[in-house]
């Protein structure tokens, strides 16, 4: 069953077209995620498949009923309400089932009422229960806790957090809802590893569907099923997570490139027979064939090799303009060799790196070094050492302190104690989250001629398209840029350094999938040293060749040595022995406590058992008389035994729940 198809969708911005020709169905179930270069319009297709906005053209049906909770990147909603308040909403309908409960319990106390109020209570609680109003206030609990919140922060006006606060209070809110269709746009921007780690095994267990764009290679590993890329040419579904995609891509451009390349040799193979036979005895086939090949050259170049490639000319005709009078065979022969290899690549970044200088072995090495600030200590590093053409990275929750490290080694901020050596022949590179060495009044030509102040304009501007700032981009102030296009502009300040040290703080944030790709490849390409604080677990596992690990909770920074695959799996193996050894010591205590009860608290507890169900007996025996009495039998002797038996049974129900009131009474 489909929650949502889509025909023909396209999105125009005034003459500017965002897409076109898009057609899709999201099953019952699906974890699709959306990927593809910034500004090809993923964004604007979550939308409108969300119906917050209106196509140009095209339809889209909706299952009935279908509940949609949509996340966009920044969650600029206005509440007054606290973050526990908010993760309440959702809640309405139980919360008011459980004061009606509690007003029923009330009424309890009349006599006259209890019969009819006791029907209606069991009624109604068993439908709270249905609905989960046992487990909600834990729900909250376990989502909030898990999305990176803490206990203290429940109350806080949601006007008084940060943006990221927002958005991450509003996916909070949307798990919680338990929507048949989540809409999830980077969902993972605002959190850190463990809280990123908590959200993939969520949705693994989540019972609807979900539709997410996200640059997070490896949340997308863990989590999607299907990938959809948009590209300039067209859109593409492929089944699996993003590695199966990487593999899926590479087998259809290895494809179109083969048939390419046959195609190619086929029209230079008709040209040949074309000029051979133009001007002799077979002039009419050769002039019939170039009448052929002229309108399927226009067909290529109009509609590319793949559409044009095995429809019929009655079907091409009805879209590619081919009115061009017939080429001569020089121009048609021109016109092939123009044609170009067919790629679904966007325009990617060029960037390389390369350290003009050999470091020596040890490249950084620290001596009981405590990272922070005055009178507060972030953790405790200790004596650490880094090594020539090792790739470390540095990871922990937000806050934790990585930035500040990394600026403590470049001497921005001093050490609460100890010391930082640096080795010799060191030249630093840093790329900063923030970005905050570019100047924001500066156009990118300065920025990049501030660095390299050698290089002339033509030379900066060609090296900018190399970043893809192209044409009047590069006389952009630096303070319009986006936090993708500030990314880039650092990379390509940091590509002029020559640096054999790289400290890189997030440099994947804000790129797209294709850049990132390109970063990867160059920094696994580099020759030379790098600290790399991301969140980005697909790179950390790429280069990483250590982990350096920030414990928030003791304040310790501890070392690993192996990929991030490699210390995930210990982490897990780890948590699975805490887990056995915490199970082994309840169960020991359990067994413990059990000498203590004496033999007469035994007896007391075997006796209590009986009585309950002697009790529970009676009480059945009396509603079966009370019944019976109620359509009495014409006979007044059987009523009269009837009688007698009621009372009896009465009688001795009494006793029993007097001894068994007095055991209740003693403990």
Same mark, same amino acid.
């Given at each position: 069953m489909s929650l949502v198809t889509a025909v023909n969708l396209s999105k125009s911005f005034g003459a500017s077209d965002i897409f076109s020709g898009i057609s899709l169905s999201v099953p019952h179930l699906a974890r699709i995620a959306i990927i593809?270069?910034?500004?090809?319009?993923k964004t604007t297709l979550l939308r409108i498949l969300a119906k917050e906005e209106e196509p140009s053209t095209g339809e889209i049906n909706q299952a009935k009923n279908l509940s949609i909770g949509h996340l966009p990147q920044e969650a600029g909603f206005n509440s007054p309400h606290t973050l526990w308040e908010e993760c309440l909403l959702p809640f309405r309908n139980v919360r008011e089932q459980e004061a009606e409960l509690h007003r029923l319990e009330t009424m309890m106390v009349d006599a006259e009422q209890v019969d009819k109020v006791l029907e209606k209570y069991g009624r109604l609680q068993a439908e709270f229960e249905y609905e989960g109003g046992y487990t909600y206030i834990h729900r909250i609990q376990q989502v909030l806790s898990g999305l990176g919140f803490t206990p203290e922060e429940y109350q806080a006006r949601l006007?008084?957090?940060?943006?990221?606060?927002?958005?991450? @209070?509003?996916? @909070?809110?949307? %798990?919680?809802?338990?929507?048949? =269709?989540?809409?999830?746009?980077?969902?993972?921007?605002?959190? *850190?590893?463990?809280?990123?780690?908590?959200?993939?095994? /969520?949705? !693994?267990? $989540?019972?609807?569907?979900?539709?997410?764009?996200?640059?997070?290679?490896?949340?997308?590993?863990?989590?999607?099923?299907?990938?959809?890329?948009?590209?300039?040419?067209?859109?593409?579904?492929y089944r699996g997570n993003y590695s199966a995609y990487i593999e899926q891509r590479q087998e259809r451009w290895e494809r179109r490139?083969?048939?390419?390349?046959?195609? !190619?040799?086929?029209?230079?193979?008709? =040209?040949? /027979?074309?000029? !051979?036979?133009?001007?002799?005895?077979?002039?009419?086939?050769?002039?019939?064939? =170039?009448?052929? %090949?002229?309108?399927?050259?226009? #067909?290529?170049?109009?509609?590319?090799?793949?559409? #044009?490639?095995? !429809?019929? $000319?009655?079907?091409?005709?009805?879209?590619?303009?081919?009115?061009?009078?017939?080429?001569?065979?020089?121009?048609?022969?021109?016109?092939?060799?123009? =044609?170009?290899?067919?790629?679904n690549r966007p325009p990617q970044l060029h960037l390389h790196l390369h350290s003009n200088l050999r470091s020596g072995e040890i490249v950084l090495r620290t001596h009981d070094l405590q990272i922070g600030y005055p009178g507060k200590m972030l953790f405790f590093a200790g004596n650490?050492?880094?090594?020539?053409?090792?790739?470390?990275?540095?990871?922990?929750?937000?806050? @934790?302190?990585?930035?500040?490290?990394?600026?403590?080694? &470049?001497?921005?901020?001093?050490?609460?104690?100890?010391?930082?050596?640096?080795?010799?022949?060191?030249?630093?590179? /840093?790329? #900063?989250?923030?970005?905050?060495?570019?100047?924001?009044?500066?156009? &990118?030509?300065?920025?990049?001629?501030?660095?390299?102040?050698?290089?002339?304009?033509? *030379?900066?501007?060609?090296?900018?398209?190399?970043?893809?700032?192209?044409?009047? *981009? @590069?006389?952009?102030?630096?303070?319009?840029?986006?936090?993708?296009?500030r990314g880039r502009l650092a990379l390509a300040k940091l590509a002029l350094d020559g640096a054999n040290l790289l400290l890189l703080d997030e440099p994947t944030n804000h790129l797209d999938i294709p850049s990132q790709e390109i970063l990867q490849e160059v920094l696994d390409e580099y020759q030379g040293t790098i600290l790399l604080v991301s969140h980005d677990r697909y790179l950390i596992d790429a280069l990483a060749t250590q982990i350096w690990e920030i414990d928030e909770v003791n304040g310790i920074l501890s070392t690993f040595k192996g990929s991030y695959s490699q210390y995930h799996q210990q982490r897990l193996a780890e948590q699975l022995v805490e887990k056995e050894a915490a199970g082994r010591k309840t169960s020991q205590s359990e067994v413990s406590k059990k000498p203590h009860v004496s033999a007469q608290e035994r007896q007391k507890q075997k006796r209590v058992k009986e009585l309950e169900s002697l009790i529970e007996q009676l009480e059945a025996d009396l509603n079966t008389l009370a019944h019976k009495l109620e359509n009495p039998p014409k006979d007044s002797a059987k009523v009269e035994k009837l009688g007698t038996e009621y009372v009896k049974i009465q009688k001795e129900l009494e006793i029993l729940m007097d001894e068994w009131g007095q055991y209740h009474e003693k403990g």
């Open positions: 593809g270069p910034n500004g090809i319009g006007s008084r957090l940060s943006g990221g606060e927002r958005t991450r @209070a509003l996916l @909070a809110r949307l %798990l919680l809802s338990e929507p048949d =269709l989540l809409i999830l746009d980077e969902p993972t921007n605002h959190l *850190d590893i463990a809280a990123v780690e908590w959200l993939e095994g /969520y949705l !693994k267990q $989540w019972k609807g569907a979900a539709l997410i764009v996200s640059h997070d290679r490896y949340f997308l590993d863990q989590v999607v099923d299907t990938i959809w890329e948009m590209t300039r040419s067209g859109f593409e579904a490139r083969e048939v390419y390349e046959e195609e !190619k040799e086929k029209l230079e193979k008709d =040209l040949g /027979y074309i000029k !051979k036979n133009i001007s002799g005895q077979n002039v009419t086939q050769a002039r019939g064939r =170039l009448r052929r %090949l002229s309108r399927y050259i226009q #067909a290529i170049e109009q509609v590319g090799l793949e559409a #044009a490639i095995g !429809k019929k $000319w009655s079907v091409l005709s009805v879209n590619v303009d081919t009115s061009t009078s017939m080429m001569s065979p020089d121009e048609a022969q021109r016109r092939v060799a123009a =044609l170009r290899e067919p790629s650490i050492e880094l090594r020539r053409l090792q790739c470390t990275a540095l990871i922990g929750p937000n806050g @934790a302190g990585k930035t500040t490290f990394l600026k403590t080694i &470049l001497e921005k901020i001093p050490p609460v104690a100890g010391e930082v050596e640096l080795g010799a022949s060191l030249k630093v590179g /840093y790329f #900063a989250q923030a970005h905050e060495d570019l100047h924001l009044e500066r156009t &990118l030509v300065q920025e990049i001629d501030a660095v390299a102040p050698e290089m002339l304009v033509a *030379d900066i501007r060609d090296y900018l398209a190399r970043f893809l700032f192209t044409g009047e *981009d @590069a006389f952009k102030p630096v303070a319009v840029l986006s936090g993708g296009e």
